[in-house]
């Protein structure tokens, strides 16, 4: 069963469709929660807030449905591109760097413990939340890193303890934003950073191409733009330090994946290029302007809903 759900960051019940469902079942299947899942352009019914212009799913699964199938996400072809993690983590540390030089980090939502195994190396003292038990064991195995089952919530156990929390494209996925986003000030000290990547709506790529922009899916609850954005922080503690637009570094190989379940031409083209000798080992950055990288500083603690 779908169940109806209020604007998340104003608390109204008045919006309007601006997407119509397309999804092929009701449930939140596993297969459709896995980071690279094919399953583009399928999606429940997206709508918009009439009085805060937040975009979201409504009707969806609960969040008891969506957090059984994120315990049970298992991801293999993510496992095999970590290269592509690798150079784009190395980037977000370069930029994280000019706003804490170092410290506590926590990272949400953190995978395979790409993130942490890179920010380890220059120097932070690390630790992740991550809700697949998969993901847990085989950050273990790949990384050797801190890495607990587990979800946003957990922070609630260690307030003030850190001095930056990640969330590297995980915001989106999250029933309760303003929850999460409150749970990362609770444990943060004040003066610390909050650094996280999500989509942006607002684009000019994604309001050209509407329904047929790629990230509208099932696993995305909710679509941010900056100024859904700077309302979210403001209203959970935090003062906004900078957003720009977010840098996916991803392999030939894994580009030509994507694109066989979003544009058949494209897919086609990549295909002939990458039997190229040449193109083998070839990485590419998109930037496409759709994603925002995002920091802000905890100013004072938030209020509990």
């Known amino acids: 069963m779908l169940k109806e759900y209020p604007c998340n960051l104003c608390g109204s019940k008045d919006n309007v469709v601006i997407y119509p469902s397309t999804a092929l079942e009701g449930c939140m299947c596993v297969g459709s929660m896995a980071c690279t899942n094919e399953g583009h352009g399928e999606h429940y019914q997206i709508v918009r807030c009439r009085r805060c212009g937040l975009i979201f799913s409504s009707p969806r699964p609960d969040d008891i449905e969506l957090e059984a199938a994120y315990q049970s996400v298992r991801d293999d072809i993510y496992a095999q591109q970590l290269e592509g993690r690798v150079r784009t983590f190395d980037r977000n540390l370069d930029n994280l760097a000019r706003f804490c030089a170092g410290g506590k980090l926590m990272d949400v939502g953190c995978a395979l413990g790409v993130f942490l195994s890179r920010a380890l190396r220059r120097g932070w003292n690390v630790r992740g939340i991550e809700p697949s038990l998969w993901c847990v064991e085989k950050s273990k195995e ?17 307030p003030g303890m850190f001095d930056v929390i990640t969330l590297w494209d995980v915001l989106e996925h999250i029933s309760d934003p303003t929850d999460a986003l409150k749970a990362c000030n609770m444990a943060l000290r004040v003066g610390g950073v909050l650094a996280f990547s999500t989509v942006d709506a607002g684009s000019l790529y994604a309001r050209v191409l509407g ?27 935090f003062d906004v330090l900078e957003i720009r637009n977010y840098r996916h570094t991803i392999s030939l190989e894994y580009l030509e994946y994507k694109l066989k379940a979003v544009n058949v031409i494209l897919y086609g083209v990549m295909g002939l290029l990458r039997k190229m000798p040449f193109m083998a080992d070839v990485f590419v950055t998109v930037a496409m302007g759709d994603f925002m990288e995002v920091y802000a500083r905890k100013l004072v603690d938030a209020q509990p809903k």
């Open 142 to 158: 790949l990384f050797n890193v801190a890495v607990e089952q587990g979800t946003y919530k957990d922070l609630l156990r260690s």
């Open 211 to 237: 329904q047929r922009w790629p990230w509208l899916m099932k696993m995305h609850i909710h679509y941010f733009d900056r100024k859904t954005i700077h309302a979210y922080l403001c209203k959970a503690g």
